[in-house]
């Protein structure tokens, strides 16, 4: 049996504690129905024994409390709702109780930005890590000493699972479903829950919208003339001459403030042009690819694939209620 603790935290979002209650309780049945024994033995856990999450909104009753569960082999930490440092800090009662845990071998689980609470705790230091691409400028700011992977939508590294933002808990949920039980069970999940099982990138849904906020007065005035001028022929050897700097300096500067080269920046901004395109208008891939700045269409669409995990074709048909 495998004891799994849903932490209760405060401004949880209550669909990621449910849904995980509820697949469990299914992979139980279906193991039941094959002529198996449960499995899962699942306990929602928190710091009293009433708790409100959802801004307020609801409550859940634990089942224990935190001095109550001697040993799980898994703890999963919800999505948050809200201010994700806020949050983080309304839920520190949370991380000697989590270190505790991993010390003692206990598998730890994030969902979402759920990873800020984890982070918090120190245990991700060193390691790689998925959360919501939307909070990934913030993300790095608080915690540099962790990889973030904000493409990826599961992470596993040393008895630690993080997952990509939004619904992509769910293949987190699937991927540890199969390592506990087998392959028939999780496509059986699957189609109970209509799941897309192939999902491994949340690169499709992500939106690039620069890291600002670093304080580099001269690295913002570079992303601005790119964001500006994307269009048009230049190089990371123009812009430094453009900004009298030296080409070396520049770019160093530059990596230390956004966590990506000039040419990485450039590329991302082009893409996301081509994207906002591909969603609303009506103008040919081709059309595009000669607006963003681009004569080869191999490149653009290697560079787009690169991107997106998606064709700009695939992308269109996707995004584009127009798309034929």
Known sequence: MKTIAIVIAENAVASSITDTVRLFDKANELLQAGGKKKMFDVSLVGFSKEIFIGNKHLFFKADKTLEEVDHADLIIIPALLGDVIKSTQQNRHYFPWLIKQYKQGTEIASYCVGAFLLAATGLLKGKKCATHWMYSNEFNFYYPDVTLVDDKIITEQNGIYTSGGGTSYWNLLLF???????????????????????????????????????????????????????????????????????????????????????????????????KKELELGRKTINEIMWEIGYSDMKTFRDLFLKTTALTPVEYRNRYNKNAE
């Not at 028939?184 to 906020?213: C, H, P, Y």
């Not at 022929?233 to 812009?239: A, E, G, L, M, Q």
């Open 176 to 274: 540890l479903l199969e390592k506990y039980t087998d392959r028939e069970i999780v496509i059986a999940i699957t189609k109970f829950f209509l799941l897309d099982i192939q999902r491994t990138s949340q690169a499709s849904f992500m939106m690039f919208r620069g890291q600002k906020g670093h304080g580099d007065k001269l690295i913002e005035a570079v992303q601005a003339y790119i964001e500006n001028n994307f269009h048009e022929k230049f190089n990371v050897t123009d812009i430094a001459s453009k900004f009298s700097t030296v080409r070396r300096t520049l770019e160093r500067r530059f990596k230390k403030a956004t966590k990506n080269s000039i040419v990485e920046y450039i590329q991302r901004i082009k893409v996301e042009a081509a």
